[in-house]
């Protein structure tokens, strides 16, 4: 396996995640994700699951905030 991953969400790159002793790290210039980058995480898919909720929230408030 592959030591470093790329991270997708929305269909586009917003970090990547690293094999540290214990799991895996993610990084990202995204200002949204920076919240997933305190953990080490023990299995890559945790981290592609955790994306996908922070990017489901962010559309979740864009389209609530374009109904008002």
Do not use: C, Q, Y
């Not at 586009?12 to 990202?28: D, L």
């Not at 080490?40 to 609530?64: G, H, M, S």
């Amino acid at each position: 396996m592959s030591a470093n991953i790329v991270v997708h969400a929305e269909k586009r790159v917003v970090g990547i995640a690293v094999r540290v002793p214990g799991g895996f790290r993610f990084f990202t210039s995204d200002p949204h994700f920076k919240g997933l980058e305190t953990h080490v995480f023990p299995k890559a898919k945790l981290i592609d699951r955790l994306v996908a909720d922070v990017a489901r929230e962010r559309r979740r408030e864009r389209a609530a905030r374009s109904l008002h």
